[in-house]
């Protein structure tokens, strides 16, 4: 049984002690501070949808609410024509009309 102990307190000391923002997993790096929206409330912009988003989505739209940033940049919630379809679109996807 001793041998057993002198044995894991040699190991003990080969295991890099967690230190700095390491320590908690919880804890993350700073953040970066949000970047402002590039368009505003009831601006008329011009969505060009991506590759894998369906064609017939592209045309002229109204801001009707600026969203949180969510991994790729600011979010819009879009609005066609006066009470028609509403979309949620990233901001690199939209122009200024």
């Known amino acids: 049984m001793p041998l057993k102990n002198k044995t894991l307190s040699l190991y003990a000391d080969t295991i890099p002690a967690r230190r700095g923002r390491w320590a908690n997993p919880r804890i ?3 953040r970066r501070p949000p970047t402002p929206h590039k368009f505003s409330i009831g601006q008329t912009v011009f969505y ?3 590759v894998f988003d369906p064609p017939e989505g592209a045309g002229i739209y109204k801001v009707v609410r600026l969203l949180p940033a969510e991994g790729n940049g600011n979010q819009y ?3 066609a024509g006066s ?3 509403e979309r949620v679109a990233y901001e690199s996807k939209l122009s200024p009309r």
């Open 28 to 30: 993350q790096g700073p």
């Open 83 to 85: 009470g028609g379809q």
């Open 77 to 79: 919630r879009l609005q």
């Open 48 to 50: 060009s949808p991506g």
